[in-house]
């Protein structure tokens, strides 16, 4: 689950890390309230969406000219007629693809006398088995052009969880930046917090881009993106509260209703099948015959007929989909109960696209049958190669 950068804030600033004052509207009423709140002289106006590179960003109403989504404003009337030019227009950033984020809340904040950006994150080291720093002298920019261009650069300081991040853990982050002085005192104390805080609140990743030196060698969290292990929220009530659901894509939420693993995709193929590997084995595939998924979606193990009649929904109602492959191997799932879900759904919204079922393993030759008596318009498939060569097909023409 993601939150918002002023959410994200508040949960840091709960465990003692050092953050700007700000306040959060979502009416133009609130805005002159919350930049007097502040005492300026400067004040950034922020626009708080579930994506990044909201400061390149561009609003659809105002044209490419316009300033972005991130804005610094030199007095109080600037910042009022920014919030007024941002409030809920449309935002368009690298990772919200071409139809962009309606910016319904912004996040005024008093501004910071910069010295050094600096970029940190921490994020689960599958590679190294750990909780891992990631930290780099180059804040502010985009991380994967750093990585790539001057990878000498970005540090990776695994932390031994049986210890959790000790103070000689915390030194070496500081070397990497570089950190002399009171900086470097307060950083070494703030990694040990921010440590604590992405263990304890069960989070996915922490990044911090930027984080400040300020001009009288202060440390700031200027910005702050966090993600939790949703499978973890049920130990955070308070977390949860977080949540917003118009950040979500309607089908993502519509999945979680069943528990279903929903993954909304810019493809013309909608994929339904049974277990994470098999679905991204079939997502790749699909690509490989020259097409694109429109959606991850695992119906899992243990999947009801009413759960794959939602599942199959869900893909129906997604307006870009042009054919629907279902792919099930069935082990404790069985071929008979996604077969009476697909012929339930296809009762319920009909079906305007093509469909090729690829049925394997338990109970198949019911599956099959309860298939193949429906009356359906269904391409039945042999195997995943042959699944994904016909729908292609079909949807290709």
């Known amino acids: 689950m993601n939150i918002h950068e002023y959410q994200a804030k508040e949960v840091l600033k709960g465990f003692g890390a050092p953050v700007a004052k700000g306040v959060a509207i979502t009416q133009l009423s609130e805005a002159n309230a919350a930049i007097a709140a502040l005492p300026g002289p400067v004040w950034v106006v922020k626009s708080q969406i579930h994506a990044g590179g909201r400061g390149k960003g561009t ?6 000219d316009a300033k972005g989504g991130v804005r610094v404003s030199f007095s109080a009337e600037e910042a009022l007629a920014n919030v007024n030019e941002m409030l809920g227009k449309t935002l368009v950033t690298k990772q919200t693809g071409p139809a962009g984020k309606q910016v319904n809340r912004l996040y005024i904040e008093d501004g910071a006398n910069i010295e050094r950006e600096l970029y940190l994150s921490i994020l689960v080291d599958r590679e190294n088995g750990k909780t891992s720093f990631v930290a780099s002298t180059e804040g502010g920019m985009d991380i994967e052009t750093v990585a790539e261009e001057t990878p000498e650069l970005i540090h990776t300081i695994g932390i031994t969880a049986s210890k959790g991040c000790t103070t000689q853990d915390a030194e070496r982050i500081a070397d990497a930046y570089k950190l002399t002085g009171s900086a470097r005192d307060q950083g070494i104390e703030l990694f040990k917090t921010l440590y604590e805080a992405f263990t304890s609140k069960d989070m996915s990743l922490l990044e911090i881009n930027p984080l400040i030196v300020t001009k009288e060698n202060d440390i700031q969290v200027l910005d702050a993106k966090v993600s939790f292990d949703s499978n ?12 917003d659901i118009t950040e979500e894509d309607e089908k993502e939420i519509e999945a979680s209703k069943f528990d279903l693993a929903y993954i909304a995709l810019d493809g013309e193929i909608g994929c339904m099948v049974n277990g994470a590997g ?4 079939t997502m790749d595939i699909i690509k490989m015959y020259g097409a694109e998924p429109a959606n991850f979606l695992d119906v899992g193990g243990g999947a009801t007929t009413e759960k794959v009649t939602a599942a199959f929904k869900i ?18 799932m069985r071929c008979d109960v996604i077969a009476q879900g697909v012929v339930q759904a296809v009762k319920d919204v009909g079906l305007d696209v093509p469909l090729v079922v690829r049925l394997e393993g338990t109970k198949v030759n019911e599956g099959k049958a309860i298939i193949n008596e429906s009356g359906l318009n269904v391409i039945a498939a042999d195997d995943l190669d042959d699944a994904a060569q016909k729908i292609v097909k079909a949807v290709k023409g």
Request: net charge positive; no cysteine.
């Open 59 to 64: 609003f659809k109403e105002l044209g490419k």
């Open 315 to 332: 893909i129906t109602s997604d307006p870009k989909v042009k054919g629907i492959l279902v792919n099930i191997f069935g082990g404790i």
């Open 278 to 281: 098999l679905a991204m084995a």
């Open 232 to 243: 973890a929220l049920f130990r955070h009530p308070d977390i949860l509260e977080y949540r």
